[in-house]
């Protein structure tokens, strides 16, 4: 069939048909239509998207947590997802919580120490810096570019120390205080102590594996031998308060027992099951 033949066959229908059928008109303003929807739909989704990041950066969610222990007389050291470095001493846990605009550790139990890694912009802009902060208990320290070490007490305070640059400490009730390098205080849940000048390196040999006392009572030397491991010792009362000096590796506790009757007025004795026994030389006061 030619097409005029077929243009004069449709010819009375033509109006039905264009009833039915869109103008060019019509298909132009639904197209504009469709195009100003499509645009409001991601419009709507972009600022869905704005809005849920911005509620993420405000609840601070964590992305990646771990847990760093050891056990009674180890010791060890981790790098973290973001750099820093924490070593930990004999029998401790530090729980680990990276968030996204802040770094949550807390200390559970033991000593450990912390070497923060920080932001290429750290220096410019501190402010865009993700906060690194220790919980021991109520006591919270918060690093200010910084190495420092933190120790949980059997009295249950929390004795911190700074290697390199400051922290600020607080603990819910007293006023905040920044702690610098080479000082040190304890930490209570009702007190802080004000800042002593410590020598730091002493606190932390033992990330070198030695242990140094430093005119330290006998009685504490002991309990801080302890701390690596069973040690079958006992002190008399009249020699726990001798004091004593040095520096000791310690993977040779039994040897600076033995060791002490050339460096303190003690003798040493032996119990049936081995033990030592330590107890002041007769008519001596002070250690030598």
């Given at each position: 069939?030619r097409?005029?033949?077929l ?14 059928l ?7 303003q639904?197209a ?13 989704v ?6 849920a990041?911005g509620?993420?950066?405000w609840?601070?969610p ?6 760093l222990?050891t ?7 981790w790098?973290?997802?973001?750099g ?6 004999t029998?401790?846990?530090?729980d680990v919580?990276l968030?996204?605009r802040s770094?949550?550790l ?6 450990a ?8 912009w ?28 933190v ?23 007293a006023?905040?205080i920044?702690?610098g390098q080479g ?6 849940p009702?007190a802080l ?17 030695r ?20 040690l079958?010792?006992t ?6 308060q001798l ?14 027992i ?14 049936a099951?081995?033990t ?5 030389l007769?008519?001596?006061t002070?250690?030598?």
């Open positions: 069939m097409a005029t033949e243009e004069s066959a449709l010819a009375p229908y033509a109006d039905a048909l264009r009833a039915h869109p103008s060019a008109d019509d298909i132009l639904r504009a239509q469709r195009r100003r929807k499509a645009g409001a739909r991601r419009k709507g972009a600022l869905a998207l704005c809005l990041a509620a993420a950066w609840a601070d964590a992305y990646h947590t771990q847990t222990a056990a009674l007389g180890e010791r060890s050291a790098t973290l997802a973001d820093s470095r924490v070593h930990l001493n029998g401790s846990r530090v919580a968030h996204l770094r949550r807390s200390l559970a139990s033991g000593e120490s912390f070497e923060v890694a920080h932001a290429p750290h220096t410019l802009l501190p402010a865009l810096e993700r906060g690194f902060t220790v919980q021991v208990g109520a006591t919270r320290i918060e690093d200010i570019g910084t190495v420092f070490n120790r949980r007490l059997q009295d249950g305070a929390v004795e911190v120390s700074v290697q390199q640059g400051r922290v600020r400490i607080d603990n819910g009730h006023q905040s920044e702690l000082q040190v205080l304890r930490a209570t009702r102590s004000q800042p002593e000048p410590a020598e730091v390196e002493n606190l932390t040999a033992w990330h070198h594996g242990i140094v006392f430093d005119d330290t009572p006998l009685a504490d030397a002991i309990a801080e031998l302890r701390r690596y491991g069973p079958p010792v002190l008399r009362d009249d020699a726990a004091r004593i000096s040095g520096q000791f590796e310690l993977g040779n506790r039994e040897q600076l033995a060791l002490l009757p050339h460096f303190a007025p003690v003798r040493l004795g032996r119990a099951d081995g030592s026994i330590i107890e002041r007769p008519g001596s002070h250690a030598r």
